[in-house]
């Protein structure tokens, strides 16, 4: 039963990157793409460690993968905003 | 998993490695061909751990896809966006009436020498199948692995890379590290340090806040546990290098290195030096050099470890600000 739930998460999870992939590659600039991409990555990523945490149910294991998810979330939401950032000034400095 | 799935799997990561590979290769922009490489080294991080090389995997991420994608942004950011795609033009447009005033005998020897190169690249090819095919049909006696393992007791560590690396070949380790300090000496030869970056935003800034100390510490734990699991001075070197990358780029005036010079010099020669003592204290006791006695092993080994980490990661920090650091009155942070 829990490999199903387990399952069932880290599918959801791998839809979210897909999603986010096309996000990335269909998107028309560059603010919809980093909305896209670290929106749509973060829940996936965060749904695939559930799954995996499920799936190998050993709590200093799950507590690593939380502690990966967090870094990820924060480097993440950093660069996308840092990009954003800077491709904002070097469109009002034109 | 089973061996389909893995083969799967195996496939997958060929086909992009060698994508990934042809796309950095083939890439007019030389920024784009840097991230490109830093991508392919990523995806070689996994291939290493799909080998079940976890210590070459963690060197490969650290140094192959971080720190020399972080030197070499830092380099194409210093040069014209324009310097891969123009030479592109030259060779690719030889008929160009732009190329009249060029002198085409150059060009001919240019051709002429990317030909060979290109044919000295398949025959290499060719040499390593052949060489591999020969490792793989010969029979599997595993001599070198066998003997580590058997004295692996010995040695002072549980973990047989950093045994190989620290002890049974610390040759070849020393000389490492007396390679990287013959880069500072290039290094410091170069110029004085290019200028550095704005001071960051309150965005930056709060990542950097917790990030550094956090890889501080990563670097500590990788330091430790290379005794017994993947880990080791490299690794752990280029880490605390990243921290300083990260407040480089954030617009710290002392990146992790100290100002005053001679603390600085000291900090570049610990590594070596500190390994050679350890090798000359042993050869004044009585034994060969660099040979730990067993009961001594573990404590030498973290010894030598910690001061090359210093070393390594003062090396790498350094090539990153890509000339010797100028004298900075200002002390602040």
Known sequence: MIEVIAATLMLSGLIFFLCGSIGLLRLPDLYSRLHALTKADNLGLGLLLAGL????????????????????????S????????YSRRQDTDR | MNATNMLFLDILLVIALLS??????TATDARRSVILFIAFGLVLTLAWARLLAPDVALAEAAIGAGLSGALLLAAVQHHPRRALSSERQNTGKLANEKQNDSNPADLKSSVAIRWTLTLF?????????????????????????????????????SNPVTAVLLNFRAYDTLLELA??????????????????????????????????????LMAGYLLWVGAHAPGGAFQAGATLAAAGVILRLAGKRNIGLPVSKSYLNIILVIGSGLFLLVGLTMLALGRPFLDYPPAM???LILLIETAAMISIAATLILAFLGGRPRNREDRSC
């Open chain 1, 53 to 76: 945490a499920l799936y190998q149910r050993d709590l200093l294991f799950a507590l690593k993968l939380i502690l990966i998810w967090l870094a990820v979330l924060a480097a993440s």
């Open chain 1, 78 to 85: 950093a660069s996308a905003y840092l990009i954003a950032q």
């Open chain 2, 20 to 25: 990934l590979a042809w796309a950095t290769l």
């Open chain 2, 121 to 157: 690249c398949i025959a290499l090819a060719f040499v390593l199948i052949w060489a591999l095919l020969q490792a793989l049909s010969s029979e599997t006696s595993d001599t070198l692995a066998q003997s580590v393992s058997a004295n692996l007791a010995n040695s002072g560590v």
């Open chain 2, 179 to 216: 390679v990287l300090l013959t880069a500072v000496l290039g290094i410091f030869a170069l110029s004085e340090q290019r200028t550095g970056y704005l001071p960051a935003g309150p965005v930056f800034n709060g990542l950097v806040s917790w990030l550094v100390p956090a890889l501080i």
């Open chain 2, 297 to 299: 092993a573990g404590y």
